[in-house]
Structure formats: structure tokens, C-alpha cells
């Protein structure tokens, strides 16, 4: 079992930056491929970014790649999403996910196991 905790969340304007923080414990951390969704009422959960259980992979969606960066620190078990160049199209609650194995091209939601209570992010024009 792995339990993931978001933080970081919060209200900013057009343009500015956020990061967002993933505490994970339980199970070997290491072993599991990160993501990051975001979903909006109304609308499916989809898919913002993942990286790999060894750091070196990552995969983004179009619609972030380029403003947003995914890394993780597995010695202290946390997972981060640095936000740029943020758009009001961004606001969304965003949720940290775990699923055990290597890839990082894994972008639908059945495909991890694992998830965070979520945190909300507000981006205001």
C-alpha cells in the first residue's frame, strides 16, 4: 500500500508560478512511476505529467509540456510538479499518483493504483 498526500496548491494569477508537493510512504517508494492529473468538475480526470521510478523518464501532456516539470527526490519520497507560465485553463484539483513499474507512458487514470486526496489549484486571469 502506498499513501500519497498533496500540498502546494493555492490561488495565483496568469503568469505566475507554483509547485506542487507529493509526500508518498508506504511501500518501497522507488519502485513506483509517478504522475500527476488534474481534473475540473464536469469533466474526466486527465492526464498532466509522469516520471519514471528511476528519474530519468518523463512524459507530459501537450497541453503542459514546456511550463511544467515533474521530478522526484526518492530519498525523501516526495514527487514535485514545478508550474510555469501558469493560464487560467490550469485550474483544476490537481492529484498525485502511483503505479508499480518502470514506465512513465502510462496516461489513463486505470493505470494507477495509488492516489492523493488532491489539492486545488486556482488560476485567475
Known amino acids: 500500500q502506498v499513501q500519497l498526500v498533496e500540498s502546494g496548491g493555492g490561488l495565483v494569477q496568469a503568469g505566475e508560478s507554483l509547485r506542487l508537493s507529493c509526500a508518498a510512504s508506504g511501500r518501497t517508494f522507488s519502485s513506483y512511476t509517478m504522475a500527476w492529473f488534474r481534473q475540473v468538475p464536469g469533466k474526466e480526470r486527465e492526464f498532466a505529467a509522469a516520471?519514471?521510478?528511476?528519474?530519468?523518464?518523463?512524459n507530459y501532456a501537450n497541453s503542459v509540456s514546456g511550463r511544467f516539470t515533474i521530478s522526484r527526490d526518492k530519498a525523501k519520497n516526495m514527487v514535485y510538479l514545478q508550474m510555469n507560465s501558469l493560464k487560467p485553463e490550469d485550474t483544476a484539483v490537481y492529484y498525485c499518483?502511483?503505479?508499480?513499474?518502470?514506465?512513465?507512458?502510462?496516461?489513463?487514470?486505470?493505470?494507477?493504483?495509488?492516489w492523493g486526496q488532491g489539492t486545488q489549484v486556482t488560476v485567475s486571469s
Open positions: 499518483a502511483a503505479k508499480l513499474g518502470a514506465s512513465a507512458y502510462a496516461t489513463l487514470d486505470l493505470n494507477y493504483a495509488y
Open positions: 516520471i519514471s521510478w528511476t528519474g530519468g523518464i518523463t
